[in-house]
């Protein structure tokens, strides 16, 4: 089984990469399935030369059944006023029912979007919790406690201790997969973190980002992409 997520961010070399590894599935004992949004960019089996054959199912929004158990499931007893106004409010968007069944908030108060809603619970947190979620969100989806220990040393606007994580776990979680890693349960918590950040903090976070990478590079050469793109972040053209 290969397992692509996001693929409308693949720039064109992955794009054709995962072209050349599908136009031979059907002579190997593989299956691939890939996940994206519905927007330009990235690869989609459809376009391109040659085009891949490919069964696509389009994720609709949950019915309306289906979304008032959601948020029975998630908010527990309710008034039924209430769950209509969820329901009407998330357009079947399940990580939106879920926040929102969870919220409490009035009808009148509810979030016009998930985005708004997870940028009001990050704002609720304590300032160095705060701060150490939009520091940890430059570094991506995923990334290592290690490497953001580094970058942030010596940072006392962020939390450091060794609970911290454990009071962000409804943003973050520990990664399976990879010793000391850590991911976002979201990618729309990363964002909503990310454009937290003042564009002054994102230049000075990239450039440290781009700097313990390089340090921490036996060749630069093979950090290449990700030094790129954290210096041009920072604004240090030259170096990206």
């Known amino acids: 089984l290969l397992l692509f997520e996001d693929v409308h961010w693949m720039d064109e070399a992955s794009s054709d990469l995962l072209r050349h590894l599908a136009s031979?599935?059907?002579?190997r004992p593989w299956f691939a399935c890939a996940t994206r949004r519905s927007i330009a960019g990235g690869f989609s089996a459809a376009d391109g030369?040659?085009?891949?054959?490919?069964?696509?199912?389009?994720?609709?929004?949950?019915?309306?059944?289906?979304?008032?158990?959601?948020?029975?499931?998630?908010?527990?007893?309710?008034?039924?006023?209430?769950v209509e106004a969820i329901t009407a409010r998330a357009g079947g968007n399940p990580l939106f029912l879920r926040e929102l069944a969870g919220a409490g908030a009035e009808p009148e108060e509810l979030p016009e979007s998930v985005e708004a809603m997870v940028?009001?619970?990050?704002?609720?947190?304590?300032?160095?919790?705060r701060a150490l979620?939009?520091?940890?969100?430059?570094l991506g989806v995923a990334f290592s406690g290690d490497l953001l220990s580094e970058v942030l040393r010596e940072d006392p606007t962020a939390?450091?201790?060794?609970?911290?994580?454990?009071r962000l776990a409804e943003f973050v979680e520990r990664d399976p997969q990879v010793a000391g890693g850590f991911r976002f349960r979201h990618a729309l918590i990363r964002d909503s973190?990310?454009?937290g950040l003042s564009f002054a903090r994102r230049r000075e976070l990239h450039a440290?980002?781009?700097?313990?990478?390089?340090?921490?590079?036996?060749?630069?050469?093979e950090s290449a992409e990700l030094l790129s793109l954290h210096f041009l972040r920072a604004e240090s053209y030259d170096k990206a």
């Open 24 to 27: 031979q599935i059907s002579s």
């Open 49 to 82: 030369v040659p085009p891949v054959p490919a069964l696509t199912l389009a994720l609709e929004p949950l019915p309306a059944v289906d979304a008032r158990e959601l948020v029975a499931a998630a908010g527990g007893d309710l008034p039924d006023e209430e």
């Open 119 to 129: 940028a009001a619970k990050i704002d609720r947190l304590d300032p160095a919790d």
């Open 133 to 138: 979620l939009r520091w940890a969100s430059v």
């Open 159 to 166: 939390a450091a201790d060794s609970e911290a994580w454990d």
């Open 193 to 195: 973190a990310y454009e």
């Open 208 to 221: 440290r980002v781009g700097a313990v990478y390089e340090a921490l590079a036996a060749d630069p050469e």
